[in-house]
């Protein structure tokens, strides 16, 4: 029964709520409209450059009604200017709402402007640019209205002014100053004239501070020119003194762009300190005076011709290099030609060993002392047995010299053969044992090492232990380049979609642009080293096919003298240098600190490559395989890239890199100077107790290997300084610390081995010295561009921006783009240095040059 009562007086239930809904809509529509007829709407005729002084309050609403005369060759700007009188404004803001033909403008006074932590900025004198809708005809008479109301019931005193704006329009290459505030920003219009198709829109200012951006937008309605919203649309930087960004016609359809400028409420964007903290996060704080003189000017960028120009110059310098290398190879070989095969053999090199003393005292007392004094001052001025020796043990020397002359006899008398002439390792320099031929320890405690000494190893053997090297970095090169070029690709597309150029640090005043890359000239100039890595792979393998085919000829020189030759290491630093260029082209893509290790990865790894390259000359069987070398490099680039992310003020990362890189140094110094003969295991302790003990307490016996200790001992100070360097200053550019790390060893090393070559009496021929000069003064050229430093992202982008200069060649490449022509030009001559410094030994019997 209560089922059907329900059912019953159902329809009568929902009748009758919505009466009731109706009702309820009557009442409140009419309490609205009673509302309205209290409120006074005042509408008024209102001129251009007069101040209106009013009160408005919730029962008042206040409407100025304009009007102006627009003409299509003509553009003029209208600028609302609003100041607020009455004290406790913030809590009873007035709306003003300016509505146009084809926008709506609504701001509220006092203006809120946010900062960081949400800090509220209240601004009571604002002034705002009304944008200009395009018109079609001739002349047009545009109407506007500025509605003024507020919810307040009290009244509000408030100032109103519409002013025309009559340098509104930019002209090429006129400055124009003006001023701007946080709630005065201003923005210009600029059109682009016949025959310009890209501009270069250029603000400065004497002040750094406050800080500043400028934006290019589109001519639309609405025009974003506050703080809070210039970043939603175009392109902006922020600035601190100067600002520019290259603009495109062809981004514009209506042939024509704003520049808007608008000072930030605050200074942290632009590498400024922290003013103050609010105490809640609602409490408005005053903002000063945020006034800022600035001027724009905007200036046609290089044309096509500057283009096509710049690249033949980039293609032009090196390609003089290919054909000067193309000349130097006909002279050599014509050169090679006309020279006979001579296998030439020094008087007077045979080094000493240990073991060669005691094998001819005997002998060497049946002598007069005249014979032993001519052998001296016949043979006394070269290598290791020079006059400082012959004055510290004239016994032993005189010994030495006893010892080539009766082998020279031996030769001549028995007729030795050639191949065991040229040997260093005789039956009688060494205590009769089985193992005398296969035990490298015997070998390698000599005191001085000859390179026969440390060639023993199957040429074959070695010559793909090395070829290891080459195919390694050519798949490292392709697994680490291709997420590379995907990476930068999405960095330029962000770039480009948000139009945030603080994301890249280029040099705005010499960034051209060429389809979707912002900065195609700093691309560009990484050619250099694509094209002479290329070079000297095409040298190199010249050289190995003439060494090959000298070896297929059972060539003795080939064979049995000067420096073994092992192209691996030379094909892996070509392949390094190539990579270095398109890594440092996709680097400069965009430029940032995230990105910085792209340019820098494989500078660790020509670094590491050359290192291996000086050792390896007088130590091929003991020099590292392709894996471990590769493996370390590995290790300084992981480093590298937790320096760039952690290490920026992170003492406890300073600490552990210092500590291990004073154990790195040791370890590796230990390994040079016992090549290889030592274990790291549970004794090595006990070990260098027991050495310590024996050769410095016991009793007082200097170094066996004095030249290795004097290299390891400044190599260790020179890394402990580094490493003191780092741990004292943690210097911000972490990446580029440890590059100069890398260098530091390289040069010394380069330095010790020079050095020692010319106090083992051996020469630097003419091509070897011209490369060594040439390549000195193109590094001293480079690095002096190098530092003019353009941009640096250890700064803000701003304030990397004050650091930006104009073109200095061609109108094209920047100081940067020089040090990239500089720079591989000068990797180029060193590698050639490494390639060519030892042909003076290449008719010198192995057994007569010395190891260090």
């Known amino acids: 029964m209560v089922l059907r009562s329900c059912c019953k007086f159902g329809p009568v239930l929902v009748w009758f ?64 200017t609003v100041n607020i009188l009455s004290e406790g404004a913030e809590s009873s803001p007035i709306l003003f709402v300016v509505r146009q033909k084809q926008a709506v403008l609504s701001f509220q006074v006092p203006l809120i402007l946010r900062g960081l932590y949400q800090r509220k900025y209240p601004y009571a004198h604002v002034g705002r640019t009304l944008c200009q809708p395009p018109t079609r005809s001739l002349t047009e008479t545009q109407y506007f209205f500025v509605d003024v109301s507020t919810l307040s019931s009290l009244g509000t005193h408030y100032q109103l002014r519409i002013s025309r704006v009559d340098s509104f329009t930019l002209h090429t290459d006129k400055k124009f100053s003006f001023t701007a505030s946080p709630s005065q920003p201003q923005y210009f219009k600029y059109v682009f004239p016949d025959g310009v198709d890209t501009v270069i829109v250029k603000v400065n200012s004497e002040m750094t501070f ?16 506050l703080d809070n919203n210039v970043a939603f649309i175009g392109m902006y930087q922020t600035m601190t003194k100067t600002a520019a960004i290259t603009v495109q016609r062809k981004d514009f359809p209506s042939n024509s762009f704003y520049v808007v400028v608008v000072v930030k409420t605050e200074d942290e964007a632009c590498g400024g300190p922290l003013r103050f903290y609010p105490l809640r996060p609602d409490e408005l704080i005053d903002a000063g005076n945020r006034s800022k003189i600035l001027d724009v000017v905007v200036s046609p960028a290089i044309s096509s011709d500057v ?54 005292v005997d002998n060497a007392s049946t002598l007069s002392s005249e014979a032993i004094t001519d052998s001296i001052a016949s043979d006394a001025n070269y290598g290791y047995m020079g006059q400082e020796t012959l004055k510290r043990r004239p016994f032993l020397t005189a010994i030495h010299h006893v010892a080539i002359r009766i082998e020279r006899s031996l030769e001549s008398v028995a007729g030795r053969s050639r191949q065991e002439s040229l040997s260093s390792i005789e039956e009688d320099d060494y205590d009769t044992l089985a193992d005398i031929d296969s035990d490298k320890n015997i070998v390698r405690t000599k005191k001085y090492l000859c390179v026969s000494d440390l060639a023993r190893k199957d040429k074959r053997v070695l010559s793909k232990k090395y070829q290891i090297y080459f195919w390694n970095i050519a798949t490292i090169g392709v697994f680490y380049a291709l997420p590379v070029i ?141 894996y471990t070398a590769y493996a370390c490099l590995a290790a300084v680039i992981f480093f590298s890239v937790l320096g760039v992310v952690f290490g920026k003020g992170n003492m406890v990362f300073w600490i552990v890199f210092s500590v291990l890189h004073i ?79 890398a260098i530091c060893n390289l040069l010394l090393y380069f330095a010790f081995y020079i050095i020692m070559k010319l106090r083992s009496g051996e020469r630097i021929q003419c091509m070897a010295m011209v490369c060594i000069l040439f390549t000195a003064v193109v590094w001293g050229f480079a690095l002096f561009f190098f530092f003019q430093g353009l941009s640096t992202w250890q700064k803000t982008p701003a304030e990397s921006r004050e650091h930006n200069r104009d073109c200095i060649v061609l109108s094209f490449f920047d100081d940067h783009d020089i040090w990239h022509f500089l720079s591989s030009i000068a990797m180029f001559g060193s590698f050639l240095v490494l390639l060519t410094m030892d042909d003076d030994l290449d008719n010198v019997q192995r057994d007569k040059i010395f190891v260090f």
């Open 17 to 80: 709520r919505l009466g009731y809904v109706v009702l309820l809509w009557l009442c409140v529509t009419h309490l609205r409209c009673a509302r309205a007829e209290t409120k006074t709407v005042v509408q008024k005729d209102a001129e251009f450059d007069v101040t209106y002084n009013d009160t408005v309050t919730s029962d008042n609403q206040t409407i100025y009604a304009f009007n102006h005369t627009v003409s299509r060759n003509k553009t003029e700007g209208v600028r609302v």
């Open 210 to 225: 406050p800080c500043s951006v400028m934006s290019i937008q589109d001519i639309q309605c609405p025009v974003y020119d």
């Open 307 to 360: 283009y096509v120009m710049g690249m033949l110059f980039c293609l032009g310098i090196f390609l003089s290099f290919y054909l000067l290398t193309f000349l130097v190879a006909c002279v050599e070989n014509k050169r090679s030609v006309d020279r006979p095969t001579v296998v030439y053999r020094k008087p007077g090199v045979t080094p000493v060993s240990p073991y060669e003393y005691g094998s001819f």
């Open 486 to 626: 995907q990476l930068v690709i999405t960095y330029q597309t962000v770039v480009n979609v948000t139009g945030n150029q603080d994301i890249c640090y280029y040099n705005f005043l010499c960034a051209h642009p060429l389809g979707n890359l912002s900065a195609f000239n700093n691309i560009l100039s990484n050619l250099g080293y694509v094209m002479l890595g290329l070079l000297f792979l095409l040298i190199v393998l010249q050289r190995d096919i003439i060494h090959s085919r000298a070896l297929d000829r059972n060539d003795l020189n080939a064979l049995e003298c000067g420096i073994p030759k092992h192209f691996g290491l030379f094909y892996a630093m070509g392949t390094a240098l190539m990579m270095e260029g398109l890594l440092s082209a996709c680097y400069h893509v965009c430029p940032n600190y995230t990105n910085f290790q792209f340019d820098t990865s494989f500078m660790y790894m020509i670094a590491g490559l050359c290192v291996l390259k000086l050792y390896q000359k007088r130590h091929p069987d003991i020099n590292a395989s392709a």
């Open 663 to 741: 154990l790195a140094t040791m370890l590796l110094s230990t390994q040079l100077y016992y090549m290889g003969r030592w274990r790291l295991d549970s004794g090595i302790l006990r070990r260098i107790v027991y050495v310590i003990y024996t050769d410095c307490i016991r009793q007082c016996s200097g170094p066996m290997y004095i030249d290795r200790m004097v290299l390891l001992v400044m190599g260790n100070i020179v890394n402990w300084s580094l490493a003191a360097y780092g741990l004292l200053k943690t210097p911000n550019d972490f990446a580029s610390y440890l590059l100069a790390i």
